[in-house]
């Protein structure tokens, strides 16, 4: 069974830069499609990043042109960069692993944009 672990979330400032990844193990992670979420407090989970291959990428309006999701298949891990970040991005970000209708989720790590 999948398992997935985020991690590189933190306190950040307006317009910083934060990486975060979302390590899998127990099984391969090649043949997932892959989406990173988030939620903010009060706030309805969102999609917010997804592979469904290696060559088609989503990305929402809100993140579009500062966020990038890569995925590492050698390590079996997947990451998103966060660049220009804004206090509106502060929320716990997880990333989900669908394959035949099940997916797999992580634990979360919290990111605060804050001065």
């Known amino acids: 069974q999948l398992q997935l672990v985020e991690s590189g979330g933190g306190l950040v400032q307006p317009g910083g830069s934060l990486r975060l990844s979302c390590a899998a193990s127990g099984t391969r992670f090649y043949y997932y499609a892959i989406a990173w979420f988030r939620q903010a407090p009060g706030k309805e989970r969102e999609e917010i990043s997804c592979?469904?291959?290696?060559?088609?990428?989503h990305y929402a309006d809100s993140v579009k042109g500062r966020f990038t999701m890569s995925r590492d298949n050698d390590k079996n891990a997947v990451y998103l960069q966060m660049n220009s970040l804004k206090p509106e991005d502060t929320a716990v970000y997880y990333c989900?692993?669908?394959?035949?209708?099940?997916?797999?989720w992580g634990q979360g790590t919290q990111v605060t944009v804050s001065s």
């Open positions: 989900e692993a669908t394959r035949l209708s099940t997916s797999y």
């Open positions: 592979f469904s291959s290696s060559t088609n990428q």
